[in-house]
């Protein structure tokens, strides 16, 4: 029972280059998030998805694009990466607490 | 005015003390409240939850909520250098929401 997995653990990236971040769960929530986290700034949330096949805004959403690609799998997208978007990115899930995926450490040069 | 509001410490206490962690909420209507434990470079781990005025005890930890004040806090008895480490505040912002709204943490150590 792994919980909430994420790929890649690490990644450097090039401004302008795109990756997706992956995120599955076997937990069977049906609520799955993306959240950013930097230094004095807590838990941002950029998009979450409430149950499969629906997806909304969070707070910072600007940059990024989401899929539910089905109830396990919700990744994040970076179309073109900038280095405001240097950053260490978690997964969750949530069935009144959240679930947090070890994350993903993003830099962006 | 930030949703959720904490001090951002670092708070530090000699092993053995009690520590005393802050929170306030803007959202009356919030239902559900969250402390979670993170250590550095690692992922929020849930320790405790409450929901009803007054105290929840759970070993060591004891979370105290006052609606009418709009306040949660973390008390930690017998701290250990173990329980050195960022507590998250987090709310659960709109009742029957999805979304939940974290503070930005504060840092505690606990000195051997």
């Known amino acids: 029972n792994a919980g909430v997995t994420q790929t890649p653990k690490f990644q450097v990236l090039k401004t302008g280059q795109s990756m997706t971040l992956q995120c599955a769960q076997d937990?069977?929530?049906?609520?799955m998030y993306w959240y950013r986290q930097d230094p004095g700034m807590g838990l941002r949330l950029i998009y979450y998805?409430?149950?499969?096949?629906?997806?909304d805004k969070g707070e910072v959403p600007n940059g990024y694009n989401v899929s539910r690609l089905n109830k396990r799998e919700f990744s994040l997208r970076l179309e073109s990466a900038a280095p405001s978007q240097t950053s260490v990115y978690f997964c969750?899930?949530?069935?009144?607490?959240?679930?947090f995926g070890p994350g993903t450490r993003l830099l962006v040069l | 005015q930030k949703e959720v509001e904490q001090n951002s410490g670092p708070l530090s206490v000699p092993e053995g003390a009690i520590a005393s962690l802050n929170c306030t909420y803007s959202?009356?209507?919030?239902?559900?409240f969250f402390w979670y434990r993170q250590y550095s470079g690692k992922s929020p781990e849930l320790i405790m939850f409450?929901?009803?005025?007054g105290d929840k005890e759970d070993g060591r930890f004891t979370a105290q909520l006052n609606k009418a004040s709009q306040y949660v806090s973390l008390l930690i008895r017998d701290s250990q250098p173990s329980d050195s480490a960022t507590y998250l505040c987090?709310?659960?912002?709109?009742?029957?929401?999805?979304?939940?709204?974290f503070g930005a943490g504060t840092r505690l150590f606990v000195k051997a």
């Open positions: 969750a899930t949530r069935q009144e607490t959240q679930y």
């Open positions: 937990m069977n929530h049906n609520s």
């Open positions: 998805s409430a149950s499969e096949g629906t997806t």
């Open positions: 959202d009356r209507g919030s239902q559900s």
């Open positions: 409450i929901y009803s005025n």
């Open positions: 987090a709310v659960n912002g709109e009742t029957g929401g999805f979304k939940t709204i």
